[in-house]
């Protein structure tokens, strides 16, 4: 059974910084691309970053996000820095296969989790 579970979210403060964790089971890690999107009230879900499965070909939408990867412990990461009211959203981990092809799109990504609240006070 495939299980992605994120963790990390909260409330913080404007400027303060976040790590969001994703912890999965029951898909060989490795062989999948992680990303994480963001979904605030009434708007679509959006792309924040991906990762490749040996951790290459690491990109996000904000300079002031990093994902990374524990392909030992099977999690993904995304680092939130300098955090800002509008970032406040619902952040959703996600996987595809195979690891190499870099998309954007959540049509691209078979496996997702729950999602974690962040929400950033002014």
């Known amino acids: 059974q495939v299980q992605l579970v994120e963790s990390g979210g909260g409330l913080v403060q404007t400027g303060t910084s976040l790590r969001l964790s994703c912890a999965t089971s029951?898909?060989?890690?490795?062989?999948?691309?992680m990303a994480w999107f963001r979904q605030a009230p009434g708007q679509e879900r959006v792309f924040v970053g991906r990762?490749?499965?040996?951790?290459e070909r690491m990109f996000a939408s904000d300079a002031r996000f990093r994902v990374s990867r524990d392909n030992a412990r099977g999690t993904a990461y995304l680092q939130l820095n300098s955090l800002k009211p509008e970032d406040t959203a619902v952040y959703y981990c996600a996987a595809m296969t195979p690891h190499y092809l870099v998309r954007t799109a959540t049509s691209s990504y078979s496996y997702w989790g729950q999602g974690t609240q962040v929400t950033v006070s002014s």
């Open positions: 990762i490749g499965g040996n951790g």
């Open positions: 029951g898909f060989y890690f490795s062989d999948y691309a």
